[in-house]
């Protein structure tokens, strides 16, 4: 467990911003105690400083993970959201879409949604803009960056992607040796 | 914000949709009741023939009448084989009767009192009642406005019956006729004895069957049977007269009871017979018989029978061990165990309990899953699932959490439910150890071997996500699964690590609660794991034991007494043998401060106190066991500890006797727990305290004379009998039960080099234990080091121990040996040691003991194979994550 480099911390926070836009600022200075992002193996773990204390007992290899996990920087310091960072992208959204119940497998696939997959959207969200991606009935299901601005959806033809897929839940099942 | 569009719940509209529902169907009564003949318009011709009938019946009443006025006469009557049916003839008479008195227009009425008339006073049998019925059926079809139709109905059955019937009424009228009074009864009783009335015609009765036949279907024979009937009905009323009907009653009751007690003295002594039938095959048999499951399961039911009552069933020259052999042997074949499971279980369980159990043991426990209550209720859940087409219902009363699910059309285990986090798959039983540790908000927990995490995460779900949970797993491969779950779950609060669950101790200590669910050989769950049945061995079980007592002992070293919240420690496996449960908790209970308190679960079986020769400590009973057959969850095994004290207690007693203590090592070297002693001062060596002190301690002592270890044996002994923790260190050697005979093998092998030594034969085993201690550290060190090469070299070899043990021993030999030998068991293992160690023979020669006890030695070198393999299996696994492992896991997902 280290403390990110400024360069890296920097990226991290841009990221951030890119889902949940000011709200960054909620997980950084929260009521319950003192959370902090840290490293550890190019992964970005968000923890309470009080396990964060706890967890320094262990040594570096045998320390598997605290707290919960962001991402994964590259070798080429990109960083890389994981769909554990979910938990705490949803409630701080600000950009969000909501997929018909039809596409909802489709989406847990990996797959991008098309205009016909989506059920509701955001206004105002622009293009490229980083949103958490939703079931009708409000579950969380990943998140992805819009393809087009919400205005340009409206004119857009039934088959073209609107929302690029990043990550979704099926991760857990799909990716579990790569992602931890 | 948005559009709204509602694609969720639009309701149906349009033609498609039902506007009414449809109103359940009406029937008309008459077509569920049988028909009734009033209903029914008559044809002409039936009508036609009604009037017939009418005219006859009253040109017959007439002739009655006449005969009446005549008196009696015996009617010259064809008789019949009346087989058992003379009770008929007399239902017939009633009838008539009934018909006389009452209006021969209403024939419908008749067959109401005919009945209260057949139980009434005439007393039938209940045979006879059976006879009956059919008659009653029939009744209306035999008065002259009945239908025709009814009787073609029943023409078929009922032609034959019904001729002999009214063939039997009319000889009775002539019997009845001849022999008057009391005659009636035996009549009633004739069913018995068959044919009596017939005796008298049975060859021109046969011919006049079959020519009533015919008759059967009009109406006009009945009319003529009705006058003779009518005849008989007076001679009854005679008969009547002549006892009261109490009177035959009792009669026919008497002969009814004799001749039930008759029959079940038969039936008692057919199926005694019977029983005797079963006879141990002898051991010629056996070799030559080919089985088939069938009959192997027909000779466990035989067996079984003949257990549950020995003294009755047995054969007089066979004993009960040989039944036992026989149908442990049954059992191994029809369910595929092995031996040494098979006989565990067979020593753990009642006969019976033990056939559910292998029964319950064959059938897969219910599917359940664990709602995640961080994210969501257990109400929601099961709403959503049931929309999703899952069949599933709350667990039981005793948890808030549980749902088992009957049937499901999607995947459980990849619903957007599942993958959101909102539930776990988990078994119902695993659900209790945590339960059990209750855990508290704010507290710090450890769970230490918790791949795949459905108890870690129960346990922050319980927490609310407050303290701090460890979670721990020694295998690299499954920590993955941990994380995966914890996070899919929404826990925030966890930190997972992979450390040797032993040496918790050293990384951090001062836990509120501990969760053990601790490595086991899984015999609790073979429904889930079939290959239980077969594979595991004592070598395993040794294996298994030692390395939770270990983690036992950890675990409570790691917990903190003073915790204001906690300091409780729950132990739990999913196997059933004693070995992994009572006993590991017995030897905790002995070695720390703790004792043992209510696990806080309303059911479940109490853990033994004792188990054969076994007694563990009284207060075992507070632990729960769980079986597949009483409790429809896998096989486990749940224990609580409190632990009131941090020190160590083995450490004080070391200091007020130091002697003791020393014996105490010794006798652990000589016994197969060697290797798990020994381990066990490794592992505190970072405390500095217990038997490694000691073993610095003797180092410097020189080797003790044959006076001085008796003199130790002796105080060995008293000490024995004081302290009660001993108790426990006689199962500690049971284990050794199989050496004898392995040693007994090798010895034949090396008859040649035996040399008996003069003193008695088990001491040599003890004295050479002695000698290892008290030379001191140095020759102990070297032979642990040797065999550490060594197993490093022979990795790969399947009992890398053995080298180990030989060594040990080999130290010994020059020992002189000690006299008064204390079991007559020991004495072969020790002649072979003796043998093996001058000759440095290969580790084939080696006694299986050996063999059983190195695993034991240390968690070490096992480990370090575990390594080994699992780099080999990382390795692997790198590849193929590469290639298959992911495509395999889409697939998965994707169905």
């Known amino acids: 467990m280290k403390r990110l480099t400024d360069e890296r911390a920097k ?7 890119k889902y949940i836009g000011t709200n960054v600022k909620q997980l950084i200075d929260r009521p319950d105690g003192t959370y902090c992002f840290r490293e550890h193996r190019d992964r970005v773990y968000y923890v309470s400083e009080r396990i964060l204390k706890l967890s320094e007992c262990f040594g570096y290899k045998q320390l598997v993970c605290v707290g919960t996990c962001f991402g994964k920087f590259s070798k080429t310091n990109k960083l890389k959201f994981h769909i554990t960072a979910l938990y705490y992208l949803a409630p701080y959204a600000q950009y969000k879409v909501w997929v018909k119940p039809s596409f909802e497998q489709q989406f847990l696939y990996g797959n991008h949604i098309p205009k016909t997959g989506l059920g509701r959207i955001t206004e105002n969200a622009g293009q490229y803009q980083g949103v958490v991606v939703y079931s009708m009935n409000d579950l969380p299901l990943g998140f992805g960056v819009l393809a087009r601005s919400t205005t340009d959806c409206k004119t857009a033809d039934p088959m073209t992607t609107v929302c690029f897929h990043q990550s979704d839940i099926g991760e857990y099942i799909r990716a579990e040796d790569t992602l931890f | 914000m948005g559009r709204k569009a509602e694609y969720s719940e639009k309701p149906k509209k349009g ?28 044809s002409h011709r039936q009508k036609q023939r009604s009037v017939k009938r009418e005219q006859k019946k009253v040109v017959q009443k007439a002739k009655l009448l006449e005969k009446r006025a005549k008196g009696k006469q015996p009617q010259p009557v064809k008789r019949k084989t009346a087989y058992n049916s003379d009770s008929e003839p007399e239902d017939e008479e009633e009838v008539q009767q009934q018909e006389a008195s009452s209006d021969e227009e209403v024939p419908q009425l008749v067959p109401a009192p005919k009945s209260q008339k057949s139980t009434a006073p005439k007393g039938f049998t209940d045979d006879n009642d059976a006879w009956l ?11 002259p406005d009945s239908e025709s139709e009814e009787e073609e109905e029943d023409e078929d059955l009922e032609e034959d019956s ?8 009319e000889g009775d009228d002539g019997l009845d006729a001849e022999e008057s009074g009391e005659e009636e009864e035996e009549e009633d009783d004739s069913d018995d004895d068959t044919a009596q009335v017939g005796k008298l015609a049975d060859l021109s009765d046969d011919d ?16 003529a049977e009705a006058d003779s009937d009518e005849e008989e009905d007076e001679d009854d009323d005679d008969d009547d007269d002549d006892k009261l009907p109490i009177e035959r009653a009792n009669k026919k009751l008497k002969k009814r009871e004799a001749k039930e007690a008759q029959l079940a003295d038969d039936e008692l002594l057919e199926t005694v017979d019977r029983q005797d039938v079963f006879q141990l095959p002898t051991e010629e048999e056996e070799a030559e018989k080919d089985l088939t499951l069938q009959e192997v399961q027909q000779r466990i039911k035989d067996v079984s029978l003949v257990l549950s009552d020995f003294k009755k ?5 066979r004993s009960r061990g040989e039944y036992i052999e026989l149908l442990r042997r049954d059992l191994c074949l029809y369910y595929s165990y092995n031996e040494f499971l098979m006989e565990k279980l067979m020593d753990m369980l009642p006969l019976t309990e033990l056939m559910e159990y292998l029964e319950a043991s ?20 099961a709403g959503a699932l049931i929309n999703r087409g899952v069949n599933l219902d709350p667990l039981g009363k005793w948890t808030k959490v549980g749902l088992v699910v009957f049937n499901s059309q999607v995947p459980l285990g990849a619903t957007p439910e599942y993958l959101a986090g909102h539930y776990m798959i988990q078994g119902a039983s695993s659900l209790l150890p945590v339960m059990a540790l209750a855990p508290q908000e704010n507290e710090r927990i450890l769970d230490m071997c918790s791949a795949p995490g459905g108890k870690g995460s129960h346990i922050a779900s319980i927490m609310k996500n407050t303290g701090v949970l460890f979670a721990n797993d020694s295998n690299r491969d499954r920590i993955k699964a941990i994380v995966a779950n914890f996070h899919r779950l929404g826990i925030v609060n966890a930190v997972v690590s992979c450390e040797d669950g032993a040496k918790f101790r050293n ?14 050989t899984g015999t609790g769950v073979v429904s889930k794991d079939p290959s239980v049945k077969t594979t595991k061995s004592e070598v395993d079980v040794q294996r298994c034991y030692n390395l939770q007592r270990k983690l036992l002992l950890t675990a409570i070293d790691c917990t903190d007494a003073k915790s204001s919240t906690g300091g409780y420690i729950v132990y739990s496996t999913c196997s059933v043998l004693p070995e992994e449960n009572e006993w590991v908790i017995d030897y905790a209970l002995k070695k720390r401060n703790v004792k043992l308190v209510p696990t806080g679960l309303d059911f479940g079986v109490e853990g033994f106190t004792k188990f054969r020769q076994h007694r563990f400590h009284p207060s075992l009973n507070l632990t729960k066991r769980y079986y597949p057959h009483t409790h429809n969850m896998d096989g486990f095994y749940v224990a609580k500890l409190k632990k009131f004290s941090n020190t160590i207690p083995i450490t004080k007693e070391q200091q007020e006797e130091d002697e003791k203590q020393l014996d105490e090592a010794i006798e652990a070297e000589a016994t197969a727990e060697v290797a798990e002693e020994a381990a066990e001062p490794e592992e505190e060596s970072g405390q500095e305290k217990g038997p490694k002190k000691l073993l610095g301690k003797r180092a410097g002592k020189p080797s003790f004379t044959e006076i001085e270890q008796e003199l130790k044996k002796k105080k060995r002994e008293e000490s024995k009998t004081k302290y009660v923790a001993k108790v426990f260190e006689q199962p500690v050697k049971a284990p050794k039960k199989p050496k004898p005979e392995k040693p007994v093998e090798q010895k034949e092998k090396k008859s040649q080099e035996v040399v008996e030594k003069t003193n008695g034969s088990e001491a040599p085993s003890k004295a050479a234990s002695k000698k290892n201690q008290p030379n001191g550290n140095v020759p102990a060190s070297k032979s642990d080091a040797k065999s550490f090469k060594k197993k490093k070299q022979e990795n790969g070899n399947a009992s890398p121990a053995k080298p180990v043990g030989k060594k040990s021993k080999a130290n010994g030999t020059d020992s002189p040996a000690k006299p008064a030998a204390k079991e007559p068991k020991a004495k072969p293992q020790a002649k072979v040691e003796q043998q093996s160690k001058p000759k440095t023979t290969k580790l084939a020669n080696a006694p299986r003991v050996e063999i059983d006890e190195v695993p034991i030695l240390e968690g070490k070198p096992i480990k370090k194979q575990n390594k080994l393999k699992q780099k080999s299996k990382q390795i692997g696994q790198l590849k193929k994550s590469k290639t298959g492992a992911n495509a395999g896991k889409k697939q998965k997902f994707k169905k």
């Open chain 1, 11 to 17: 990226i991290l926070f841009e990221h951030l911003s």
């Open chain 2, 313 to 317: 069933y047995r054969q007089a020259d």
């Open chain 2, 208 to 223: 006049d069957a079959n020519s009533d036949d015919d008759f059967d279907i009009s109406g006009e024979e009945d009319n």
């Open chain 2, 507 to 520: 990384i951090m200590t001062g836990f509120d609660r501990v969760l053990l669910d601790a490595p086991c």
């Open chain 2, 362 to 381: 064959e059938i897969a426990r219910p599917l359940t899953i664990r709602t995640n209550t961080l994210k969501t209720r257990r109400r929601d859940l």
């Open chain 2, 133 to 143: 019925k059919p008659k009653q059926q029939k009744k209306p079809s035999k008065k």
């Open chain 2, 15 to 42: 033609p498609g949709r039902k506007a009414r529902k449809q109103g359940a169907p009406v029937f008309r009564k008459q077509s569920f009741a049988p028909m009734e003949e009033e209903d029914k318009k008559l």
């Open chain 2, 162 to 169: 019904e001729a002999e019937v009214e063939d039997d009424s």
